[in-house]
């Protein structure tokens, strides 16, 4: 056998797993019984073992006590983490066998697998335990199994542990046998069907909370000890999002409880494991006193995605991983659903067009992928979990939905968990399942999801005629790629727009099989049209002649005339027409001119999304002079919104992240208003110890202060240390990044290289924010060049590195600097998609400045606030 893929005749069917970890030695032993089938005659038995000691494998047919076990021969393919099974005996077909393979292996050093993770109490102890993290493909590194997501099967879980020690898993505990003195096996109730990577259990000293659902789930949060105090947020969300998804699904959630357990070390934001979600504990744990609104806001939306997948996912699972976004793209897109209705105050609408622009921004590299796209080997699985599986494929259903209606879509989503429960489908299937009268969706969506990237439409208007077009070479894109236009995309675009005579929004579907063009006459003349109304549709609009002029102008005069998602959307559009050539940046950046009115947080973060990387990478080309003049400018900008902004926690959601982020801004950028204020704060919270309760919104900002002298930075540091505070720590891990003295940044990275201080996890968060630090990239740099050693010290978790690397817009170092450091990780990440999209985004930084530099200058010269 010879593909990466699993023969299909052999089907699992139920899973006996037992499974003794020794949180002392590291180590682990289990038996896997597997109940198979066979649809045609083999003797080979093919599935998936990764980094396992197998002892003993043996096969038994059919039923009952008296079974006679044959030994199976075990062969082992390491390149395709597979193992074969070679029976004496051809399996027959439709008869009942059971496979028994006795094994051992290492707890997993990595985030992967079945693998060890640590905390420190408030003593200073350092307690170990043992988490799973599956999901693409790692329950292989945990027990022989047919690691494969169409291939669902029921199971039944035994941990062997130590009395001191707490086991959970997917389902209920029924009972605990002692089997020797000090060696207890906790029996776990049979699963649902349900595939490989969806299997979870943990080993550990945690401690729960619980609450029951109306409908009679049982909902626990599990934390370590000293944090369990921090649970009751997470706890009473996840209750009434639960109890939203029955009703909204029209499915009773199908396991009698549903844990949400928080995991010191964990790479990923949170895993949907079927009744027992993991989660960072700063994606789960709420600290009263210290927490800021954006981590409340953030722990809903993450536990609210992580309970849409107990539906979409876990019931309905996508056929193989090129439709991962039928997972992915659906709970993301519930997270807005669902928290708009049981959580009002947070008022998600103002956040999902910031996740649209994110996906925009990767969708429009050549390196990009089609929501739907051929993987096959688990390096090409694990890259798609990205923002284009997740953003884009959340933002082309809430296009879809906005065409269709809202009650024509969810009913077209409840059939189609209805009728797939328990299956995997393919893309093919939700687009069938939702039937809309005179509209072929399937048609439609196919051109939305086989294909990567999304329209220009080009937008002429002549008094009242209107015309509109998008043609094969005008995808947006970055133009430093000559090979674009051999790509012939064309699109199926429901296009809606407003006009100054008219609020009402008009809709058209604009689709062809050649050159898309398009006319309207309207009733009269109109001073402005905008396209795209709310931003609910995959796709950016250009406005030729003074169509750029007039919404400026509007903008300028009365920007509340349209919404602040429209505004936002023209900002967004705006830059991107620049970096294809479509937009001088002089019209881009006077239409941010309008900003110094602007109140509302989506307009003014896209504002700053834009305006930010423009001087950050004028920092790293030591433009000084203009430098410093954009800073000042910017700042001046934002003045009259900077300076009422009050230094407390009142407010919305939104008013809160807003102030949040604008007194922050104002510190860094040195405003002296917001620095002394900062400074009595800071001065303040020393004098008591750090004890003192500061506001949660303006703490990021006093720390960023208080970290720019000598003292104050070591002081910081030192809390650092002793927080037990999630959020507390990821305010000061900023902060002490931001010193302007290298000193103190070598400090920092002397201290992350040392495995017995941190969390390694952490390692690259602090990381990523030192690199945005103009004075820390040439030491993280060199540091990084050490390849060896960071490998080692992050072993498998290869994808927290590159991570650090593909979210950063602002990286600007030479790309054959780049190049040459990547191509010498060989079959360690050199090819890798991610590598290939920071390549590729820093020649555009590179291309973007080299064209637009001289014309900002010369607009800040002649530009006056």
């Not at 790479?267 to 981590?295: H, I, V």
């Not at 000598?710 to 240390?721: P, V």
């Not at 290298?742 to 990381?767: E, G, H, V, W």
């Amino acid at each position: 056998w010879n593909k990466v893929r699993l023969p299909e005749h052999v089907i699992p069917v139920h899973y006996d797993l037992m499974i003794h970890a020794n949180l002392t030695t590291l180590t682990f032993w289990g038996t896997t019984e597997i109940e198979i089938t066979a649809s045609q005659p083999t003797s080979t038995i093919i599935l998936h073992s990764h980094r396992l000691q197998i002892s003993k494998a043996t096969l038994r047919k059919g039923a009952g006590e008296r079974q006679s076990e044959d030994p199976l021969r075990v062969l082992e393919y390491t390149p395709h983490e597979q193992i074969a099974l070679l029976a004496p005996e051809p399996l027959l077909v439709g008869v009942l066998y059971t496979i028994v393979i006795e094994y051992a292996g290492n707890l997993s050093e990595s985030f992967h697998g079945f693998y060890k993770s640590t905390y420190r109490t408030k003593e200073g102890e350092v307690r170990v335990l043992a988490s799973t993290q599956f999901e693409p493909t790692a329950a292989r590194m945990a027990f022989p199994c047919f690691d494969e997501p169409a291939l669902k099967a029921s199971f039944s879980v035994k941990i062997r542990r130590e009395p001191r020690h707490l086991a959970i898993s997917n389902m209920p505990l029924v009972k605990s046998v002692t089997i020797a003195k000090g060696l207890i096996e906790d029996h776990f109730d049979v699963t649902v069907k349900m595939s490989t990577y969806l299997v979870a259990f943990i080993i550990s000293d945690f401690k729960s909370v619980s609450k029951m659902t109306k409908s009679g789930v049982k909902v626990s949060v599990y934390a370590v000890p000293d944090k369990i105090n921090q649970a009751d947020y997470a706890l009473d969300a996840a209750v009434t999002l639960l109890e939203f998804y029955e009703d909204y699904f029209s499915i009773p959630y199908p396991l009698p409880k549903q844990d949400l357990a928080a995991i010191p070390d964990f790479e990923s934001g949170a895993m949907e494991n079927w009744g027992l979600t993991t989660y960072r504990e700063s994606s789960l744990l709420f600290d009263a006193e210290k927490s800021s609104a954006s981590s409340k806001l953030g722990i809903t939306m993450i536990v609210s995605h992580e309970l849409a997948h107990q539906w979409f996912g876990n019931l309905v699972t996508m056929e193989w991983w090129n439709d991962l976004w039928l997972n992915e793209g659906f709970a993301k897109f519930m997270e807005y659903v669902s928290v708009r209705v049981t959580h009002p105050e947070l008022k998600v609408e103002d956040y999902f067009l910031g996740k649209c622009f994110n996906a925009m921004e990767v969708d429009a590299l050549n390196s990009s992928h089609p929501v739907s796209t051929p993987v096959e080997n688990p390096a090409e699985i694990r890259e798609i979990f990205d923002d284009v599986s997740y953003e884009k494929g959340s933002c082309i259903l809430n296009m879809l939905r906005d065409y269709l209606g809202a009650d024509t879509f969810k009913s077209g989503i409840v059939q189609y968990l209805q009728k797939y429960s328990y299956k995997n489908t393919k893309n093919e299937d939700l687009w069938n399942s939702i039937a809309s009268e005179g509209l072929d969706v399937k048609t439609m969506m196919n051109t939305w999801t086989l294909q990567k990237g999304f329209p220009l439409i080009t937008i002429t208007v002549r008094g009242s005629l209107i015309r509109w077009y998008f043609l094969k070479d005008t995808r947006c894109c970055n133009l430093i790629d000559p090979e674009w236009t051999i790509y012939i995309y064309l699109w199926h675009v429901p296009l809606t727009f407003i006009t100054s005579k008219s609020d009402s929004v008009h809709r058209f579907l604009l689709k062809t099989k050649t050159v898309a063009i398009d006319v309207l006459i309207l009733p009269e003349e109109v001073e402005w049209i905008k396209f795209n109304v709310g931003m609910n549709g995959y796709y950016i609009v250009h406005y030729e002649d003074d169509g750029w002029d007039s919404l400026t102008g509007l903008l300028k005069r009365r920007h509340t005339t349209i919404s602040s998602n429209d505004r936002a959307s023209l900002i967004n559009s705006a830059f991107q027409l620049v970096s294809i050539g479509k937009l001088p940046i002089e019209k881009a950046l006077d239409l941010t001119l309008y900003l110094k009115h602007e109140t509302e947080i989506m307009p003014v973060f896209q504002g700053l999304n834009e305006l930010i990387p423009m001087y950050k990478l004028m920092e790293k080309r030591d433009m000084n002079e203009v430098e410093t003049q954009f800073k000042k400018r910017f700042v001046m900008l934002l003045r009259d919104l900077i300076d009422k902004q009050t230094w407390t926690d009142e407010g919305s959601v939104s008013e809160r992240m807003l102030r949040s982020q604008l007194l922050l801004l104002a510190c860094v950028r040195k405003y002296q208003p917001c620095v002394e204020r900062a400074e009595g704060y800071f001065r303040e919270w020393k004098e008591s110890s750090g004890n003192l309760s500061l506001p949660n919104d303006v703490t990021l900002a006093v720390f960023a202060v208080g970290a720019q002298n000598t003292e104050g930075w070591e002081f910081l540091y030192s809390k650092y240390q002793s927080s037990l505070s999630s959020t507390e720590k990821n305010q000061i891990e900023f902060a002490l990044c931001t010193s302007q003295d290298k000193a103190p940044l070598s400090k920092f990275m002397d201290f992350l290289i040392n495995p017995n201080l941190l969390q390694s996890f952490f390692f690259l968060t602090i990381r990523d924010q030192l690199s945005y630090q103009h004075l820390g990239l040439p030491s993280i740099w060199n540091f990084d060049k050490c390849w060896n050693f960071v490998f080692s010290f992050l072993l498998t978790s290869l994808k927290l590195l590159l991570f650090a690397y593909c979210n950063k817009a602002n990286f600007f170092f030479s790309p054959y600097k780049v190049k040459g450091f990547f191509s010498s990780l060989k079959e360690n990440g050199s090819q890798l998609r991610c590598v290939q999209q920071t390549i590729e985004t820093i020649e555009e930084n590179i291309r973007w400045m080299d064209k637009n530099f001289d014309k900002i200058r010369v607009w800040l010269q002649n530009e006056n606030l």
